[in-house]
């Protein structure tokens, strides 16, 4: 039987309200390995964003925002910056509070989608847990979000997916393994003529960038 939706998001809030429980504000917390390799995704993720416009300013969507390690990575490089994080789990936006609470031109929300639309959205990490979830229902729900992503997002939108092409025996069964070439070619078809892909910077997982002709 196919899954919905609402059962999906049930089960992906419940797992990451606890990690964030037991591992705190750290790459562990929402299921990251580590802190280098969580830098390096956002590098990629924000290459989204044009080099001239990032001390002019822009507006940005986090979904799946956790406790706002992407907002930390921003400032640390010096952007200019109109934040704002969406996560389903009260105990990562709690986190993130905690940890952002004062910054000036940042918001956070418990939301399951955008409320919001900003020049930018970017997703990471999000597609990742599957669990039990078939593919074919996961699928339908990745493909869910990036709809989200796409009316929430002026000039264009990114995301990353552990990829297909990993090594066999490495792979984990409660984990989604996306074809990079199957999204590649469904976001452009879909959204947008200008789609890059990034599967080039050292982690089995690829980064799709969506740029909109504006």
């Known amino acids: 039987m196919s899954r919905g939706v609402e059962s999906i998001l049930q089960d992906v809030n419940s797992y990451y309200s606890s990690k964030i429980k037991d591992f705190g504000a750290t790459a562990q917390g929402v299921d990251w390995n580590g802190s280098v390799s969580q830098q390096l995704r956002f590098e990629q993720l924000l290459k989204i964003v044009p080099p001239e416009i990032r001390q002019q300013g822009f507006s940005l969507n986090d979904i799946g925002c956790g406790y706002g390690a992407l907002l930390s990575h921003i400032k640390q490089q010096d952007m200019s910056v109109d934040y704002y994080g969406f996560d389903l789990s009260v105990a990562m936006i709690e986190a993130a509070l905690e940890q952002h609470g004062n910054v000036s031109g940042a918001q956070f929300e418990v939301a399951d989608s955008c409320s919001r639309v900003a020049d930018y959205s970017l997703a990471s990490g999000i597609f ?73 910077y050292g982690l089995y997982e690829f980064t799709l960038l969506v740029r909109k002709a504006v």
């Open 128 to 200: 990742n847990v599957c669990q039990d979830t078939a593919r074919e229902d996961w699928e339908a729900y990745v493909r869910t979000v990036l709809e989200s992503m796409n009316a929430c997002s002026r000039k264009g939108f990114s995301f990353n997916c552990l990829t297909s092409y990993s090594d066999l025996e490495y792979m984990r069964d409660y984990l989604y393994y996306g074809d990079p070439c199957f999204y590649f070619d469904y976001c452009k078809r879909t959204f947008s003529g200008q789609v890059a892909l990034l599967h080039d």
